[in-house]
């Protein structure tokens, strides 16, 4: 009884593997599948070739490697990291980089476009009530708890 729940065990553990594996290679007929998904006969031969091989004692790695060497690395759905493929792998960072450096020339723009309004009110170049309202907000100094603004910035303010 032992034995019968060992061999079980085993079958299971092959079936497991295989399956993981299967999930991780593609359909070399159907292209967008797995070879788990697919019922192309190509998928059903290399589903037993993977199988044969964890039974004969090969690691994950090394079935891999042979599926590799036999089809190409295309065959995979997760290539290497190597010269050839590092702009697949970098392109999500050079993206997001890309996304941050927009965001953050939009902030200095809006920063820059104080001191231009700074610059042009002391050449008397009159504010646009926006712009106005822009500086007054830059420049009123945060409420303080219990000590009530200098009379000559509520004057100057119109209050």
Request: charged share 30%; net charge positive; aromatic share 6%.
């Amino acid at each position: 009884m032992a034995s019968e729940d060992d061999e079980v065990k085993k079958a299971q553990i092959v079936d497991a593997r295989a399956r993981n594996i299967s999930h991780n290679v593609r359909c070399t007929e159907c292209g967008s599948q797995s070879i788990e998904d697919s019922q192309a006969d190509i998928a059903i031969l290399l589903r037993k070739l993977i199988r044969d091989e964890i039974r004969s004692g090969k690691s994950d790695k090394e079935i891999y490697k042979k599926l590799e060497d036999d089809f190409g690395e295309t065959v995979l759905y997760t290539p290497k990291f190597d010269m050839q493929t590092a702009a697949l792998w970098l392109s999500p960072v050079l993206v997001a980089g890309a996304a941050v450096g927009v965001w953050a020339y939009n902030k200095h723009k809006q920063k820059t476009n104080v001191h231009i309004m700074a610059l042009n009110l002391v050449r008397g170049v009159p504010l646009t009530p926006k712009e106005k309202e822009t500086m007054l907000d830059i420049l009123t100094p945060p409420p303080s708890q219990g000590v009530a603004a200098p009379s000559w910035w509520r004057r100057w303010r119109g209050q």
